[in-house]
């Protein structure tokens, strides 16, 4: 990257906003799987969920074109595209879901979720994830690497297989939970609920341990809570089915939901019963200028057209389980893979310095995602340690190019355990 052009964006937009990889790309088109440089190198985008139907796809480009030609407004008028598009979002859900509140990012569709949960129940009690992230407001932000065992929001290790050692890893993690909604009571902070990613996304995606999810949303419900599913990285298809939860077998109140819905057009959302929708109206008076306007309506139909007609989710289920078994077919050859995990078209490969210590190695880790940068392909690291690589294509990747991809990981394994 022109090295005046990055000092011209530390000026303008302070130095600390963040960029990927240790030389950073000056993106400048994209078209379906591609992206292209300044220079019109192209890459591969294996990492951005955002255009999760393909960047720059036809009818997502045509449909927002022509209702930005037509008309956008905010949302006190009536427009039957708005409710077009919240009818077809809550019908791709469980039945317990109805209604929907728009709004334009996935860190207000959470603090909506907050809201909703706390007016429901009369609680302000939270429980999430000790390595969860779901947003940036003063609220939400409570969430993130969440230590607490006082306050109104209180953190269980994040539940997983690879790591824990004992013969009953749901139990342990159960008990948590039991202790975190016991220390509420004891401390009379009243219940409201608990949030996460019903995949643990920020978490690393880690192997949830079999029945946990289910078993804990029954805990808060018996404690009189309500379950918030934050499915911005984990649904839409995401991991081959249209829904994180329904992977692992649960029913969430509420469902959050955000950066790949409009396709690069800012529209997230909270969708939960009637109910309880009506009752954080009446309880808040939400208003927000730029969400349920036509034009998100426009963008929001537009995705979920290609996603149906395309037959995006069987190929998201397809195409990465054909990734994941030539991963962990990769993995006995290299002693940095610890363990590959993942479902659908969101795949994590854990790096590790000692495989038998499971030792975490964020550094490593990075120098992958660099490395196969050089080679084309655009992943990334996360994870609560950060030495997950994350491997996250748009739901119209091909076998194709699956096969391209894992022909440079073989090649990026061999070059880094020449080093």
């Known amino acids: 990257m022109d090295e005046s052009l990055r000092q011209r964006r530390d000026r303008l937009l302070g130095t600390g906003a963040p960029l990927f990889y240790a030389e950073p790309l000056h993106i400048v088109r994209g078209e379906g799987v591609s992206l292209y440089d300044a220079a019109g190198r192209r890459y591969v985008d294996m990492y951005n969920n955002v255009p999760c139907v393909g960047h720059c796809h036809p009818h997502v480009v045509r449909a927002v074109s022509d209702q930005a030609a037509t008309l956008n407004v905010h949302n006190r008028y009536l427009h039957e595209g708005v409710l077009d598009y919240a009818e077809r979002l809550a019908g791709r859900h469980h039945d317990g879901i109805e209604s929907v509140v728009v709004t334009c990012t996935g860190t207000e569709a959470n603090e909506v979720a907050l809201m909703m949960a706390r007016l429901a129940t009369g609680g302000r009690g939270i429980v999430c994830t000790d390595a969860a992230y779901h947003g940036n407001s003063a609220e939400v932000r409570k969430l993130t690497r969440n230590r607490s065992t006082d306050g109104d929001v209180r953190s269980i290790p994040f539940p997983e297989t690879?790591?824990?050692?004992?013969?009953?890893?749901?139990?342990?993690?159960?008990?948590?939970?039991?202790?975190?909604?016991?220390g509420f009571e004891r401390d009379d902070v009243p219940f409201a609920g608990m949030l996460l990613c019903p995949l643990l996304a920020n978490e690393g995606l880690p192997n949830i341990p079999q029945g946990f999810m289910s078993a804990a949303a029954e805990l808060v419900h018996e404690a009189g809570g309500l379950v918030v599913a934050d499915e911005v990285q984990a649904g839409l298809c995401r991991a081959g089915r249209w829904w994180g939860y329904e992977i692992m077998e649960f029913r969430p109140d509420i469902v959050v939901m955000g950066k790949p819905l409009g396709a690069g057009v800012p529209l997230a959302a909270a969708a939960a019963s009637r109910h309880i929708v009506e009752t954080f109206r009446r309880g808040t008076g939400y208003f927000n200028t730029f969400a349920s306007s036509p034009l998100q309506a426009a963008a929001g139909n537009a995705v979920l057209d290609v996603i149906e007609n395309e037959d995006l989710c069987a190929n998201a289920a397809d195409v990465g389980a054909a990734i994941r078994r030539r991963l962990v077919e990769l993995q006995p050859g290299s002693a940095a893979m610890g363990d590959v995990r993942g479902h659908g078209?969101?795949?994590?490969?854990?790096?590790?310095?000692?495989?038998?210590?499971?030792?975490?190695?964020?550094?490593?880790?990075?120098?992958?995602?660099?490395?196969?940068?050089?080679?084309?392909?655009?992943?990334?690291?996360?994870?609560?340690?950060?030495?997950?690589?994350?491997?996250?294509?748009?739901?119209?990747f091909s076998h194709q190019d699956a096969a391209a991809f894992l022909q440079a990981f073989e090649d990026t394994l061999r070059e880094l355990d020449a080093r």
């Not at 139990?171 to 039991?178: P, T, W």
């Open 162 to 182: 690879y790591r824990h050692e004992s013969n009953d890893p749901a139990g342990f993690y159960l008990d948590k939970l039991r202790d975190v909604i016991a």
């Open 345 to 396: 078209l969101f795949i994590g490969v854990e790096w590790v310095s000692d495989r038998e210590a499971k030792t975490p190695d964020r550094d490593g880790a990075v120098r992958v995602v660099n490395a196969m940068k050089d080679k084309g392909f655009l992943i990334g690291n996360a994870g609560a340690f950060g030495n997950v690589v994350k491997i996250r294509p748009p739901l119209m």
